[in-house]
């Protein structure tokens, strides 16, 4: 008689997984192997160390190290759960969107930071809830940008654009699980293109007054719409596609990483059209690439922008450039 395979527990089934990802050379092997088995299970972190011992079903054990096998092969993690954290919220995450990064969230900071400041400055209470605001995010992806502000700033309208179609369903998605999809509008165009649109179609279709979808998106007769732009634009050069680790490069969307054969090219017009679209006083938060600072803050014209600041990434690479429109 074959004699029976003795059941995999948590922990041998963990051990086997690091093993493995390990051999495939995948990074943070054990929290990857972690994540998959929590996904698996639909447990915490918690549970499977207070429960060692504990049977895995033959169903689970088959699901796990099939997705182990697809992470070995290189897929993200994320690609495998189908999320992401991102700011303290969760996000879902597809092929369709860049996966969130934790280098984005000093975006938020700043944002938010430069916001207080600007209150402080004008005499009113530093803390704001966003009324009145009106905020852009330029190639919103998973709507990460948007999304976060929106649930710091709870009375802020937004525009959220992506030349993606594929990518805005993903953000509208997470602005409904969320719940602040109400406040943000979701547009298919070239960085700010089609705000403009938008601005003259509610004009045709309601000379009088905006109509109340779109009254938190447009000011009419008013070139200069946003208090604050903020973007995390492409700015991978093609040049160092073949430095990116292989779940980047092969998996996530190559509209989201390039910029250009440098990685800088899109900051140019993305800094035209800002200056185009902020009130005066409006803010600008831009993410960089870790090459990116020495050709983006020469584009900052002193006649057009002020108060320029940059703030370094846990890594000391200099990551967010603000400044305010004149
Ligand atoms: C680096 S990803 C950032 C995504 C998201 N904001 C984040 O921080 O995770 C850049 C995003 O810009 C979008 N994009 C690329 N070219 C664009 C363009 N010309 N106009 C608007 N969005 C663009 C991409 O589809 C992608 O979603």
Redesign the pocket.
């Known amino acids: 008689m074959k004699p029976q395979a003795a059941p995999l527990i948590v922990r041998t089934a963990l051990r086997e997984a690091f093993a493995q990802l390990r051999a495939a050379g995948v990074p943070s092997h054990t929290l990857a192997a972690e994540l998959l088995l929590l996904h698996v299970l639909g447990c915490n972190r918690t549970w499977i160390y207070s429960h060692p011992e504990e049977e895995l079903s033959a169903l689970d054990a088959e699901c796990y190290f099939a997705l182990v096998r697809r992470r070995a092969a290189g897929e993200p993690t994320q690609h495998l759960t189908g999320k992401q954290e991102?700011w303290g919220l969760e996000f879902e995450v597809t092929q369709d969107?860049?996966?969130?990064?934790p280098e984005?969230e000093h975006?938020i900071e700043v944002a938010l930071d430069r916001l207080a400041l600007r209150e402080l400055r004008a005499g009113r209470p530093q803390k704001t809830d966003g009324a009145g605001l009106q905020i852009a995010?330029?190639?919103?992806?998973?709507?990460?940008?948007?999304i976060a502000l929106a649930t710091e700033l709870p009375a802020a309208g937004f525009v959220a654009?992506?030349?993606?179609s594929s990518?805005l369903p993903v953000a509208r998605r997470n602005a409904m699980r969320i719940n602040v999809a109400g406040r943000i509008h979701f547009l298919e165009?070239?960085?700010l293109?089609g705000v403009s649109v938008v601005a003259d179609e509610c004009d045709k279709s309601s000379p009088q007054s905006p109509s109340t979808s779109d009254s938190s998106l447009v000011t009419r007769h008013s070139p200069n719409l946003f208090d604050l732009i903020a973007?995390?634009?492409?700015?991978i050069g093609r040049r160092e596609a073949a430095t990116l680790m292989r779940e980047v490069r092969e998996h996530e969307?190559e509209?989201?990483?390039y910029?250009g054969e440098k990685g800088h090219e899109?900051y140019a017009?993305l800094i035209a059209q800002a200056a185009e679209h902020l009130k005066p006083g409006g803010i600008l938060v831009l993410?960089l690439g870790h090459n990116s600072l020495p050709a983006v803050q020469p584009l900052l014209d002193a006649s057009t922008w002020t108060k320029v600041s940059v703030t370094n990434d846990l890594a000391e690479i200099p990551r967010v450039l603000a400044t305010e429109r004149l």
């Open positions: 991102f969107v860049l996966i969130p990064r984005t975006v995010d330029i190639g919103t992806g998973s709507g990460c940008i948007a654009t992506d030349i993606s990518a165009c070239n960085l293109d973007s995390n634009p492409p700015y969307p509209i989201a990483l910029g899109f017009s993410e």
